[in-house]
């Protein structure tokens, strides 16, 4: 039996992977702050295991004892592959350097890159005695490898996101796992996140009016058409560890 653990798992991305993992009769695992009930109830009628944990990503010691929960009770089912998404992400806070606040920059690391390196280790070190094989998708974005003005926090902590997988992969294939871990850039999705793009302020975003036209042009990705091209990769067989893939070559 496959095992996925995905956060956000509520909207959004996360929303999209969860379904179509459910459909591909994988086991899902969700933790967010709130509980999506559509995911719920088609887990029930497809006959698919399924739970919620609620966590806030931002608090460490939640962190800690909800993933040490979910470790515990997926490691003693002997599973054959653990597939991690870290998916969730915030874009707060949207400002210039020199006008930040201090409590949304320390939020913004905890739950872009603190939360997912604290997860990758418990899982890779619970995975050491055991058969199961664990892949890790950091879920990344264009903007780590991009300066976008007003975004410093969100741009560096995706940046130390991918440098923590490229990092990780190594050490991993030198210690001859099984583990893989790869970071994803969805690429522009229509999505909560998007609406809180489009809501900031242009003396705080520079690049506003450009991405208000992505949302009236049509031009951002629906969140399932991303999801299905993850899912199709990380089923494949054919995942390079290490690899930041872009959501354009999967959609090629
Ligand atoms: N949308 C884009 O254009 C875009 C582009 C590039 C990269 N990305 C990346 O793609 C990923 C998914 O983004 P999305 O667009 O699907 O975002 P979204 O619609 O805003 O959803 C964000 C998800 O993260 C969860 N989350 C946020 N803060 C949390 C916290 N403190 N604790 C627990 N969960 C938390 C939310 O769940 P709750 O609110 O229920 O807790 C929600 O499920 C993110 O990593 C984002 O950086 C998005």
């Keep these: 039996m496959k095992y996925a653990i995905i956060t956000g798992a509520s909207k959004g991305l996360g929303e999209a992977i969860a379904k179509r993992l459910i459909q591909e009769q994988i086991a899902v695992v969700s933790v967010s702050r709130t509980e999506n009930m559509e995911i719920k109830s088609l887990a029930s009628e497809q006959g ?20 040490m929960e979910i470790a515990h009770c997926i490691f ?3 599973p054959k592959e653990i597939l991690l998404f870290n998916n969730a992400g915030v874009i707060e806070p949207i400002q210039t350097v020199g006008n930040l606040d201090q409590t949304p920059v320390i939020r913004n690391i905890q739950v872009n890159l ?11 070190n619970k995975a050491q005695l055991t058969n199961t094989k664990v892949t890790v998708i950091n879920v990344s974005s264009g903007a780590a490898v991009r300066s976008i003005e007003g975004w410093s926090v969100y741009c560096s902590s995706k940046a130390g996101l991918n440098m923590f997988t490229q990092t990780a992969a190594i050490e991993q294939a030198e210690m001859q796992t099984n583990n893989k871990i790869i970071a994803f850039s969805p690429g522009v999705m229509d999505t909560n996140m998007q609406e809180t793009i489009r809501s900031s302020s242009k003396e705080a975003f520079k690049d506003l009016e450009h991405f208000k036209e992505f949302k009236e042009k049509n031009m951002l990705l629906a969140a399932d058409v991303v999801a299905n091209a993850l899912v199709d990769l990380v089923l494949s067989d054919s995942v390079e560890n290490g690899k930041v893939y872009n959501i354009k070559e999967l959609l090629k």
């Design 76 to 78: 003693q089912k002997d």
């Design 114 to 124: 603190i939360a997912p390196m604290l997860i990758t280790n418990l899982f890779f």
């Design 48 to 67: 698919m295991e399924y739970k919620h944990f609620s966590c806030n990503l931002s608090l460490e010691k939640e962190v800690q004892e909800v993933f």
